[in-house]
């Protein structure tokens, strides 16, 4: 079965340390993993996703098929990253998301 | 373009009531698809859609049934409403092929008392 774990619920960090999301995931096709955001009272939004190898707004994830890792990083963290992040991986037709990790960037 | 936009935006039930949240988006979309959100529990897909006339279930479908009969509309009905329903419920909707992204409604708040 396809299951999506984020080990974290809440993580806190100072503004201008590095904050790192970790995403794990199984699936034993060739998967396709996002990464979402949830600001506050705003709809889920595509942060980026692992086919594009893009960066967005600072952040980059990797895909590490070897450790099944799709972790989100960001050198240095802003007041206007809070908020809830949600990894998914997608088999095709469905959607698996993970329970969510809430970032608190601290002034 | 709207978007993806879903009615109502709150909405209180009680026990057994009967009720549809209302799905549509115009930027015709393929896929579409609902979801729950509960803490702790992250996202879980009810149902979705992979066109008109076609709909498949998700990981909870108990307790819901939808239909697509249009390519823009997704409409979610609960049959007799309990307490465990409860939740903010999201829609989606998204071009065919794996990659591609999903663009969210709003959501609605339900409660059921």
């Known amino acids: 079965a396809q299951r999506v774990t984020q080990p974290e619920k809440l993580l806190s960090v100072f503004k201008g340390a590095p904050v790192e999301l970790k995403c794990n995931y199984s699936y034993s096709g060739s998967p396709e993993l996002f990464w979402y955001v949830q600001y506050s009272r705003q709809r889920l939004q595509l942060l980026l996703r692992?086919?594009s190898r893009e960066s967005i707004k600072g952040f980059t994830a990797d895909l590490n098929k070897g450790e099944t890792s799709f972790h989100l990083k960001k050198p240095f963290a802003q007041e206007e990253d809070s908020a809830m992040y949600y990894c998914?991986?997608?088999?095709?037709?469905?959607?698996?998301f993970g329970t969510g990790t809430s970032l608190t960037v601290i002034p | 373009n709207a978007g993806v936009t879903q009615t109502p935006k709150f909405q209180v039930l009680k026990t057994g009531q009967s009720m549809t949240l209302q799905c549509a988006q115009d930027m015709n979309h393929e896929y579409m698809s609902w979801y729950r959100q509960d803490p702790g529990m992250g996202l879980r897909l009810i149902h979705y859609s992979v066109g008109a006339g076609i709909t498949d279930q998700g990981e909870v479908p108990n307790g819901y049934n939808v239909s697509r009969s249009t390519t823009e509309d997704f409409p979610l009905r609960l049959l007799s409403a309990a307490p465990s329903q409860t939740s903010v419920y999201f829609c989606?909707?998204?071009?065919?092929?794996?990659?591609?992204?999903?663009?969210f409604g709003p959501g609605t708040r339900l409660t059921v008392t």
């Open positions: 998914a991986l997608t088999t095709g037709n469905q959607f698996y």
């Open positions: 989606a909707s998204r071009s065919g092929g794996k990659g591609y992204e999903q663009y």
């Open positions: 692992h086919i």
